[in-house]
């Protein structure tokens, strides 16, 4: 068994500046990460997707981000950025390995004892897939598993979802498909002013630490009218529907009104992936996690960052910081950095 203060779950953007300042304080770690290379899930992002497309990456703490041609994919250009960070860093990440259990006592799969845990372990290997009723012949896929639009080109796509991903599939499929149906379960909120960014932090932070399952930051920020919205209404593929009722064979339908369909892309967001916590019974009774800030309220040397308020380059590297912070005092460690 190795003996460790902070094992580090997860070496995305989140785990990496964690780490980072666990370091600082003076922390002994392992950082275990599930991805084959660096990057996160920004190795799974679609090739079309491009550095001058990307809604927000921000700089890791210590080292900024070097100039980039926006032209580069964000799956290349970002995972580049973060195995130089790693190696400038000097951070050493155990890959790949995906932890199964954490047990009582910070126990990591039988090889790896720690005094606190941070876990970064993210959404994008749990793609949230909405249930409605009946049955759908075409293809259907998670945003996760889009690769671009070549594949939809002549055909009637429906897209479903609010967020900034489905902006980028009807921006794209919608320039090559024989229709599209964009349909919501909300009327979209466009914001040409922008969000405040403190403010929608803040509704995210009411809700876990009341114990609620989070809400993502993207869905209280609106959409802004950034170049990938623009690009989808030049294509005129921003003409919103209410949720369908149910599926049929043919396609999606609103009570009696049946739109056909080859395919429904489901752009429905992402949940927090835990499901290797559960040991430790950290959820309340709401089904969420009570939390202080990024400490778990139940058992406060466990540190979630990523997870509600900080699901997002914005929070990462201040919630990385404040779970290092945090720990360095609870365990002892220096506490200036």
Request: hydrophobic share 40%; glycine share 12%; charged share 20%.
């Amino acid at each position: 068994m190795i003996d460790v203060d902070v094992v580090v779950i997860g070496a995305g953007q989140a785990g990496l500046s964690a780490s980072y300042f666990l370091r600082r304080f003076g922390l002994s770690q392992v950082i275990l990460d599930a991805e084959e290379s660096p990057g996160g899930a920004w190795r799974h992002r679609s090739p079309t997707l491009t550095m001058d497309r990307v809604h927000g990456i921000f700089d890791l703490p210590g080292m900024p981000r070097p100039a980039v041609d926006p032209g580069r994919t964000a799956a290349e250009a970002v995972p580049e950025y973060f195995a130089l960070y790693e190696k400038t860093m000097g951070l050493d990440v155990v890959r790949p390995h995906k932890v199964g259990t954490v047990r009582p006592g910070f126990v990591v799969d039988d090889k790896w004892r720690a005094r606190a845990i941070v876990n970064t372990s993210g959404t994008w290997t749990r793609p949230h897939w909405p249930f409605y009723p009946g049955r759908f012949d075409g293809r259907q896929l998670h945003y996760a598993s889009y690769r671009g639009p070549g594949e939809f080109t002549g055909l009637n796509v429906v897209v479903v979802g609010g967020g900034h991903s489905a902006m980028q599939v009807l921006s794209e499929v919608g320039a090559v498909a024989r229709s599209t149906v964009w349909v919501t379960r909300r009327e979209p909120d466009f914001r040409p002013e922008g969000f405040d960014g403190r403010a929608v932090v803040a509704l995210v932070d009411e809700r876990v630490r009341a114990g609620l399952p989070p809400q993502s930051v993207v869905s209280v920020t609106g959409l802004t009218y950034t170049p990938i919205v623009k690009e989808a209404l030049e294509t005129g593929a921003l003409t919103r529907h209410p949720m369908f009722t149910h599926m049929v064979p043919e396609g999606v339908a609103w009570n009696d009104e049946v739109v056909p369909a080859d395919v429904i892309i489901w752009a429905t967001g992402f949940r927090a992936d835990l499901r290797h916590l559960a040991p430790l019974k950290l959820r309340e009774p709401g089904g969420g996690i009570r939390m202080d800030g990024t400490r778990v309220v139940a058992n406060p040397l466990v540190h979630l960052v990523g997870y509600g308020p900080s699901a997002s380059t914005v929070g990462a590297n201040r919630a990385g910081r404040e779970a290092a912070r945090d720990l360095a005092r609870r365990l002892g460690a220096k506490t200036a950095a």
